[in-house]
Each structure stands twice: as structure tokens, then as C-alpha cells.
């Protein structure tokens, strides 16, 4: 959602300030504004709509200074206006805070700091920060560092945020809670970042702060401390993914680049995990909560979106592999369920951004009641990631379009791995696991195989990319298949899609079913084929058009189908990864042809950091 942006050096900071703003841009926004510190003040510049628009005002003005803050907003508190954008300051205009996150009890501090005489312009819950931390110094004399310390403890909510002031030159604090922060060490300068991808083109040295940790970034360096004033202390890591990971690459989009990526996501993913002699994947990072696996028999799983769908072939996985009893649970509404938290409960989040709000929520109620919390995240280092018992990275690299497409392949991937692992411990023979572990190693080729056939998948959306509904379907672990390709396609394309199990249809969509509604049917050669083909009787009887994912060679679809997507035959648990692929290119091309705009789609946002 929103991002943040910091730097402290000796290069001019305002280029560095909107490069990194770029690089964030995927996450969603609607305004933006930075803070430039220089010898003769500070300037602040806001402007709605693209960053382009502050470029052009920033051409406009001197903007001199190797210090400054910058900020992309994705409106929650008041309106999209230059006034609500960031950074925010206090009455005179000395304090200049850019915030993600949402302070909760902004209402009453207002009221109060109204109260004093403090004036306010913008709506947003944010403004009380400048505010406060200028009580804190005027009243009270307190540094700028304390000042903040000082703020934050009035403050309930989420924050990850930058403060620069012009009456403490040469130094900007950055402080997190729940919203994450990281800090680029660079050779003689610093960033700080939202996220990786805004400052990994200027170092690979990074530190995450925890919450509750806030740092003082100046040119000799940088301070870290809680907010109880503690020193702290930890080296930097490095940034495993290279600098154009996070770049198109020659592609006209970042999601048509990270589906063509697959094949090498999933190699990447699986790297050293499988162990094809013994049947038996490798996944070190279960191993602190390895005994405590083996005996637990219920799995709940709990994500939102995309990673939800792969929570949900998951589940058919796992029942298919171990002896677990699993529920997948919208992390959204968790809280509203009073789930049996048995001894042997574990807790599995699944999430690409390892920051989703819901996720967090839901995870941090399943700590209150004591079950044991693991993690599978893409980004290394994320709230989600450190919140967890135990986990397992997709280390899929960095996922720029908001449509998830290559970390929900690698999800699948993994989840079926964790589930042979502890399937192969309780009842799963040798040979099971040898044959599971060849196919696993021998998908990357046949996702290739889906992807050189992009120009059939694209031919299908040029004929139907203009019907404004869809139905997609899919039985077992291709139901959860089928909510996702929906899901795909309405993100992106704003077509109205419904994906269902099959065998729902008659009982309520099958009304809706003419020649204007097509249907995808996802119908592979595997165990629920045959009433796949009973359910496209039933569409094509009512003169429904048909998209048919089918598998490579099956001459008898035909029949039934007005296009035909063809996938490799394969294990059937590895089949939903490559109907999903031919999914994703069939949902990118239909956006294509309605010339929508495809890694940033309206209303959307990469990483939900809000309830
Ligand atoms: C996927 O295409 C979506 N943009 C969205 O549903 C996403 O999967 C969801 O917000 C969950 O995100 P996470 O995986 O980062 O937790």
C-alpha cells in the first residue's frame, strides 16, 4: 500500500528519493510527496496522482539537499488530496513525518492536541505525529530522538515511518510497529525503505528493524534503540535477489515477465529441498518445530487472496499425504470463528508479502491460544516471517505485479512438499515418495511447456476477451484452481468472473449459463474427468461457449470445446500448477486486449496492510 522512502548522504537526495518511489510504485497509490533537507532548509513538494506529476513540480523547483523523505500514499484517513498526501507537519512547519499504517486513536489525541492550540490541515489520522513530537521538544525540550521516543508511546495503531526536522539538520529517525522498515547500509550513506525493491539498487546490506525499534539515520552512520531507549545491535544481511530481479527485462509488463519466470521460480523454490533417493523432501526451516509436527494431527491454515486458493489445494494435498485433519480459513475472518485449538493444532500462514494485515491479525489470535505458528512467505525478513515459530521462504524473488502469479505456483509447490515430508514420516511408502519427488523435479520443463504455448492462450483471449462474465470450473484440487483464475481475471481484466466446483453448478449458476456466458472448465485426464465432461454437456446443452484446459492429446474435448488450452499430463497433485499458468497468460492477454492496465490495476494494492 502505501511507501516510504528515506536518504542520508552525500549524493543529491531527490533523484534517489523518486527512483526509489518507482520502484515501490507496484504497491499501490494515489498521491505522493517528499522532504528535501538542504543548507538553506527544508522543502516539502506533494502532488496527486502518479509520480510523475511530483517529478514535474519537483523540474519547477530548486530542491537542493542530501537529506530527504519520500512517500507514496494509498488513501485510508480523508480523501485524495495534496493536503492528506505526506510527508504531514506540525503548525509551523519544522516536523515532517511520512507514515504507513493507521494511528487508531488519531480522534482523541486531535481532540486534545486542538485543545493545546494545535492547528490541523489535512484529515488524516497521520498529522498527529508531527504534532505530537512538537509538544514533546517545545514543551518539555526534549531532542529530536527523545521527542519521537517520547510521541510514539501516545500513539495505539501501526507504524513504519521517516521523521526529518529542520531544526535538528542532518539526521531523519525512522521508527517502526507493525509496519515494516529497512534499512540500507550503503558505503558513506543510508536508505531506509518500506520495502527492499526501493533502495536494493543502491546496496545489498540491509537491516530490518523489529517493532518497537526506531534508528537514527546520520551521514557518520546509524543508531538503533526500542522505544524503552535500549540499544540495539545487529549486523546487516545481504539481499539475496540481484537488482533486475526487480526490473521488466525487456517485458511490457511485470506480470507477463514473473509468469514466464516459472519454470526457474519453482527451480529456485524446490533448490536443494528434495531429496529424490530417499522419497523425502528437505525443509530446514520446519526444524525447530519438528517434534512438535510429528504429533499434531490438525493443520489450520489461514491466508487472504491468492494465498488463500493455494491454502485451499493444500488442504486437498494434505488429507491426500498425511493423517492431518486441516481447515483453511479466510484470515479476514478468523476471529469470528471459535475454532477447536486442540494441543496438537498448528497454525500455517501463507503469504507472498509476509505483511498482510488479516494474516497478522489472524496469526497473533492462534498465538493467544497457544498454537504452534509457522510461516510460508516470499519476502525474507517480513512481519510474518519473524512472528512465526518455524517457516519455510518461497524464495521466489521479488514479486512487483499486484496480480500474484508466480509465488502462488511456488506455494503449491512447497505446500506439497511440507505435505510429503510429514506424509512420508506418518504412512507414505518409499516409492511414493520417489515418484512424487521425480515429478516435482521434472515440472519446471513442463510449465515451459504451458508457457510456449502463450500464442494459442492468447489467440482464446483475443476471441473472448469482450464477454463481460465468465464461470470457471474445476472439481478437487482443481476447485481452488478455478476461484483463482476468476480471481486472476477480474483483478486485472475488471471482467466479471465466478469460479465454482463443478459440481455446484446445477444447483444455482447453472441458470445463468447462455451463449453471452462462457465457461472455463478446467478438465485434465485425471481422476474427476468424467464428470468434468458431464458438466460441459450440461454448458454446451444450453449453448454455453467453452474454454477447455485439457490435457495434451485428449482428442475427445474437442467435441465439447469451442477453445482448447492443452497442459502436460503430470502428477495429478502438480496439475493445478499448470492449469494455473495457463490461467494467468489467459487473464493477462484478455487485460491486454481491454487495454487495461495491468500491473497496477485500480483499486488495488501489492501488499494489504490494513484490516
Ligand atoms: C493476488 O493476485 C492478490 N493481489 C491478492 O489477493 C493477494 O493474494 C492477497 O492480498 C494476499 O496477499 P499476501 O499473499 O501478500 O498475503
Known sequence: MCGIVC????????????????????????????????DKGT?????????????????????????????????????????????????????????????????SLKEELAGEGHKFKSQTDTEVLPHLIEREMSKNGNSLRDAVRKALRKVDGTFGMCILSSDHPGQVIVARRGSPIVIGVGSDEYFAASDVSALRRYTDQVI???????????LEGFEMSTFQNERVARSAETVEWEPDAAEKQGYPHFMLKEIFEQPETLKNALRG?????????????????????????HLIIVSCGTSYFAGLVGRYVFEELTDMLVEVELASEFRYRSLNFRPDTAVLAISQSGETADTLAALREARRKGATLLGMVNVVGSTIARETDAGIYIHAGPEIGVASTKVFT????????????????QRLPVTYGIELIKALEDLPAKVARVLRRADRIEAAAQKFHKYDNFLFLGRRYLFPIALEGALKLKEISYIHAEGYAAGEMKHGPIALIDENFPTVALVPRIASYDKMVSNLQEVKTRNGPVIAVATEGDDAIHELADEIITIPESHELLTPILATVSLQLFAYYCAGYRGCEIDKPRNLAKSVTVE
Request: glycine share 10%; aromatic share 6%; hydrophobic share 40%.
Open 7 to 38: 536518504y542520508v548522504g552525500k549524493r543529491p537526495a531527490a533523484p534517489l528519493l523518486l527512483d526509489g518511489l518507482k520502484r515501490l510504485e507496484y504497491r499501490g497509490y494515489d498521491s505522493a510527496g517528499l522532504a528535501v533537507q538542504g
Open 43 to 107: 522543502r516539502c513538494i506533494k502532488s496527486v496522482g502518479k509520480i510523475e506529476e511530483l517529478q514535474a513540480k519537483l523540474n519547477n523547483e530548486e530542491l537542493p539537499g542530501q537529506i530527504g523523505i519520500a512517500h507514496t500514499r494509498w488513501a485510508t484517513h480523508g480523501k485524495v488530496t495534496e493536503e492528506n498526501a505526506h510527508p504531514q507537519t506540525d503548525d509551523n512547519g519544522r516536523i515532517f513525518v511520512i507514515h504507513n499504517g493507521i494511528i487508531e486513536n488519531y480522534q
Open 208 to 218: 530490518y528493524l523489529e517493532d518497537n525499534e526506531m534508528a537514527v539515520l546520520t
Open 273 to 297: 529441498r528434495l531429496v529424490p533417493g530417499e522419497g523425502v523432501p528437505k525443509l530446514g526451516g520446519l526444524v525447530p518445530v519438528w517434534e512438535k509436527l510429528m504429533v499434531c494431527r
Open 410 to 425: 511456488a506455494q503449491l509447490a512447497l505446500l506439497t512438499c511440507m505435505a510429503l515430508l510429514i506424509g512420508r514420516h
